[in-house]
């Protein structure tokens, strides 16, 4: 065996020797080569550089235009545009630091400036520079007020009721144009140029030459090696600017040849941002790299040798690594369900004497944050959870992404699930808070309490994400316990979604009416739609057994607004049949309400039935205003704005009724049938239920109390002053035909 060793040994360094030497040879090869090279990498460099300086300047121009022209437009909203609206608005401008100077010049050339002083000029001067059009842009400012510093003019015309009323401006120096663009690590050692086509040069950078007259072209004629190409070669560059072309050539001068790149400034008319660079500068940039070549290849043999004694020990290590990279989640950074499988096994098989639970959870109505606050802002509260849930798991335990906002662990069975869950709602609030997102984190869990130490993990995972969904939005638990019932109720949800689609398009969704009784006039006073699902066979699903499944996965949308298109056809058909036709109330579901669009919706619908104001009615229960409540408010209002009557179901049950009362004005209060239940056995809950009516009254809102069953409960009712009732004791819910063929005869 030690044979063995040293023969490997031998044979290894035998390797790295032979590596060293073809090292040495590559150097020498990529010496010689590496400085032609690197010049050419440094000449496309500038002539990138240069590029996107000239597109920065440019993007700065369009900017100033787009500055100057918003504010033309504001101040020609203005309407009179009095000495003080103008200087306002001028010393606002000011204040946001976007312009050295800004001033107004009205149709006659009285320039108003922002401290409120005003000044004189020849209006003629800036309408010779602006075209015909008035359409503004930037100009170079030859008149400037600060000597002879020349300056960039931003105008845009003040056009008000089709009449021109004066150009408003804003100056930037030339002298500091220049600080918006940098040429990354070339920039110290190049020279930069802001010219007209003519080689005047109208900015430049410290270090700049421009000889006598003022001038990069002169300049570079005065110090050409032969004159005469020069000013040819100068020649081609004029014409090549003046066609709106990019320069890159190399130029020969006395002391050393220098190299010029030049590109035009989109958006203006002659105007070329150029950069230079002299070849000693290269020559400079360029000598190191053949000693560092040198350097390198000494460095990359003793570095061998090095790692031939570690890189044993590392490779390990190195691979653990890599495994880690490949089981990361890249949107969140938490880990993916490959590594938490992985990790979950190690755990549950290293120890068995632990208690383990796997808890699947995501964020309650998280497609609504997606919906309203963006995706990039959704996905920052996903992080923020991760960085909160790693926070509050210990090494025995693993936690890992699912998918979307869905996230499972294998968590110690401790009992500070309730803490911890509590502990990341309120860290990943406080962040949502600080990006502006105010709709609550919630999180809802669903727990496996693991027996088995030898199942398979996604078994586990399926069971607590059983326990998961068993969650209804109507819970006021936001947790729950795996139970072998829940499969059997994950049957009948898969049966019941794989059937809706189709079951839709067939009509299987029947709309039935329940009437609402006029107790004192003792008639029928309208009636409330509620739909059935009614198989081909006859058998029937009740709303309690298909809505809850519906709000989970969103078809409870489509299913409101095919009750809403159902009952408008009913009214359409009985008004144009010249039957009497009754208020009908329509439920919609609080998921409904998060659609962009769904005021719209509700809009065409009616005007496409052309049903009047007083037959059609929404119904929305009072819990739909728990959360995002604001956002609720506003929704109401916008119906209420297209004349939709509402109703308010459920009244009574929660905690901000009175409140509902004062934001909305609701046309019809509906009194929950268990606050009236109480009133048969409570004095206190009479007493209240009368002055919910006489408040109503006051309002001018109608009061309908539902559930009513008993003639007790509805002599109760008058009373005290409720005349419309709903309930069995009048008529249960009936198809829409025996419902015609009974009240709108």
Request: proline share 3%; net charge negative.
């Amino acid at each position: 065996m030690k044979k063995k060793i040293d023969a490997d040994i031998v044979k290894l360094y035998g390797i790295i020797t032979g590596l060293v030497a073809i090292c040495i040879v590559i150097c020498t090869v990529h010496v010689t080569s590496l400085t032609r090279s690197y010049r050419e990498a440094i000449l496309d460099k500038i002539n990138v550089q240069t590029q996107m300086a000239s597109q920065v300047l440019s993007k700065m121009f369009e900017k100033n235009i787009e500055i100057v022209t918003a504010e033309a437009i504001e101040m020609a909203h203005k309407g009179g545009l009095s000495h003080t609206v103008i200087c306002d608005m001028l010393a606002e401008c000011e204040r946001q630091g976007r312009f050295q100077d800004v001033y107004f010049i009205n149709s006659i050339g009285t320039v108003y400036h922002p401290d409120g002083s005003l000044t004189q000029v020849a209006i003629e001067e800036y309408t010779e520079m602006v075209d015909e059009s008035l359409d503004g842009g930037v100009y170079l400012d030859n008149n400037s007020s600060n000597g002879d510093e020349l300056s960039f003019m931003a105008i845009a015309p003040v056009i008000a009721g089709g009449l021109f009323k004066g150009y408003f401006v804003g100056v930037d120096s030339t002298a500091s144009i220049l600080d918006h663009v940098t040429l990354g690590y070339l920039d110290d050692s190049a020279i930069s140029y802001l010219t007209a086509n003519d080689g005047t040069i109208l900015s430049a950078t410290e270090n700049a030459g421009g000889g006598s007259a003022n001038n990069v072209y002169s300049y570079l004629l005065e110090q050409a090696k032969n004159p005469e190409q020069m000013e040819e070669m100068l020649n081609e560059g004029r014409i090549t600017q003046e066609n709106r072309d990019p320069i890159q050539v190399t130029l020969p001068l006395k002391m050393a040849n220098i190299y010029l790149s030049s590109y035009p400034i989109e958006g203006t008319e002659n105007w070329n941002y150029s950069c230079c660079l002299y070849d000693s500068t290269i020559d400079v940039m360029v000598r190191p790299i053949a000693i560092r070549a040198i350097l390198t290849c000494i460095s990359v043999i003793l570095i061998m040798l090095t790692l031939v004694a570690v890189v044993w020990k590392h490779i390990s290590k190195d691979q653990t690594r890599m495994e880690e990279l490949a089981y990361c989640d890249t949107l969140t950074g938490a880990k993916n369900m490959h590594y938490f499988e992985m990790k979950a096994r190690e755990l549950l098989d290293d120890n068995r004497d632990l208690p383990y639970a796997v808890i699947c959870f995501d964020i309650v109505n998280f497609r609504y944050m997606n919906e309203g606050y963006g995706h990039e802002k959704a996905d920052a509260i996903l992080a923020a959870l991760v960085k909160a849930a790693n926070e509050s798991f210990s090494y025995n335990e693993t936690f890992a992404r699912i998918s979307a906002d869905k996230f499972v662990c294998l968590a110690i069975d401790d009992g500070r699930d309730k803490a911890r869950k509590e502990f990341v709602e309120e860290r990943v609030n406080r962040y949502a808070n600080t990006i502006a997102v105010n709709y609550p984190i919630r999180i809802k869990s669903g727990f496996y309490v693991v027996t088995d130490y030898t199942e398979q993990i996604p078994s586990m995972i399926d069971k607590a994400d059983l326990a998961r969904k068993s969650i209804t939005g109507e819970s006021k638990k936001l947790f729950a316990y795996y139970e072998d019932s829940l499969i059997e109720e994950t049957r009948r949800r898969e049966y019941i979604e794989s059937q809706m689609e189709e079951a839709l398009e067939n009509g299987e969704f029947v709309p039935y009416l329940q009437p609402k009784w006029d107790m004192v006039e003792d008639k029928i006073a309208g009636a409330e739609a509620l739909v059935r699902w009614i198989k081909p066979d006859g058998s029937m699903i009740y709303p309690n057994d298909f809505i809850p499944i519906f709000e989970k996965n969103g078809f409870v949308e489509k299913l409101d607004f095919y009750m809403l298109e159902s009952i408008c056809k009913y009214v359409r058909r009985l008004l144009d049949e010249g039957k009497p036709v009754y208020p009908v109330s329509i439920n919609q579901s609080r998921y409904l309400l998060h659609n962009k669009a769904y005021v719209r919706m509700v809009q065409d619908i009616l005007l496409k039935y052309e049903i009047p104001k007083d037959y059609v009615e929404l119904e929305l229960t009072e819990t739909v205003f728990f959360l995002e409540r604001e956002h609720m408010v506003s929704v109401m209002s916008k119906l209420k704005d297209i004349n939709v009557m509402l109703s308010i179901d459920d009244f009574g049950s929660g905690f901000s009724s009175l409140n509902l009362l004062k934001d909305i004005p609701f046309d019809v209060l509906k009194i929950d049938r268990g606050f009236l239940d109480e009133t048969a056995t409570s004095k206190a809950s009479r007493w209240i239920l009368l002055k919910i009516v006489e408040m109503a009254e006051g309002l001018g809102v109608k009061v309908v109390c539902e559930g009513v069953e008993t003639k007790e409960q509805a002599e109760m009712l008058k009373e005290i002053g409720c005349h419309i009732a709903q309930g069995y004791l009048y008529a249960k819910p009936m198809p829409i035909t025996q419902f015609e063929e009974t009240y709108n005869c």
